[in-house]
Antibody, heavy 116, light 108 residues
Framework: EVQLVESGGGLVQPGGSLRLSCLASGFTFSSYGMNWVRQAPGLGLEWVSHISGSGSTKYYADSVKGRFTIARDNAENSLYLQMKYLRAEDTAVYYC?????????WGQGTLVTVSS | EIVMTQSPATLSVSPGERATLSCRASQSVNSNLAWYQQKPGQAPRLLIYGASTRATGIPARFSGSGSGTEFTLTISSLQSEDLAVYYCQQYNNWPPFTFGGGTKVEIK
């Protein structure tokens, strides 16, 4: 059974940093691209970032480019999102999601709140 | 960037009735379109990919159709557990992956 479990969310002040993690199980992690997708409170889904299975290719949404960094550790079956210079508009539930091009499995999400 | 537009924003349907949800792309995405269901307080779940292929474990009452720029998700006989927001997403031209704004299905 595919499982994706996010962690690392919390309350952070504007301008601060946070690192999210996603632990994957139930599939060959290195064979799949992975994504972060976020959802602001009461709003829709916004793709944030993608990393290829090998980690050699990374893409970012314009809204986070230069502030967020995606990474993975295939030996640890883990996906990461380093977030810096956080803004109030980054407040959202962040989902780890498998795939690329087709996204097929999602974790339960971790809430990031950016507020003073 | 391809813009995905869903309609209606809210759909109220009686149990057992058919629900028809629409998704339009700003340019052709061929058949590279997925539908997701998000129930209250839960993560999205893949329903349909390739515009018309049901994902593993998805009931047959869910069906998808369309190609190019016009797509439809049909729930043939609405059940109470189908209360959710439904999103379409294109994966033809990425990055970025783009989602529609969602259609909320209410039980009448």
């Amino acid at each position: 059974e595919v499982q994706l479990v996010e962690s690392g969310g919390g309350l952070v002040q504007p301008g601060g940093s946070l690192r999210l993690s996603c632990l994957a199980s139930g599939f060959t992690f290195s064979s799949y691209g992975m994504n972060w997708v976020r959802q602001a409170p009461g709003l829709g889904l916004e793709w944030v970032s993608h990393i290829s299975g090998s980690g050699s290719t990374k893409y970012y949404a314009d809204s986070v480019k230069g502030r967020f960094t995606i990474a993975r550790d295939n030996a640890e079956n883990s996906l990461y999102l380093q977030m810096k210079y956080l803004r109030a508009e980054d407040t959202a539930v962040y989902y780890c999601a498998r795939g690329g091009p087709r996204i097929d499995y999602w974790g339960q999400g971790t809430l990031v709140t950016v507020s003073s | 960037e391809i813009v995905m537009t869903q309609s209606p924003a809210t759909l109220s349907v009686s149990p057992g009735e058919r629900a028809t949800l629409s998704c339009r792309a700003s340019q052709s995405v061929n058949s590279n379109l997925a539908w997701y269901q998000q129930k209250p307080g839960q993560a999205p779940r893949l329903l349909i990919y390739g515009a018309s292929t049901r994902a593993t474990g998805i009931p047959a009452r869910f069906s998808g159709s369309g190609s190019g720029t016009e797509f439809t998700l049909t729930i043939s006989s609405l059940q109470s557990e189908d209360l959710a927001v439904y999103y379409c997403q294109q994966y033809n031209n990425w990055p970025p992956f783009t989602f529609g704004g969602g259609t909320k299905v209410e039980i009448k």
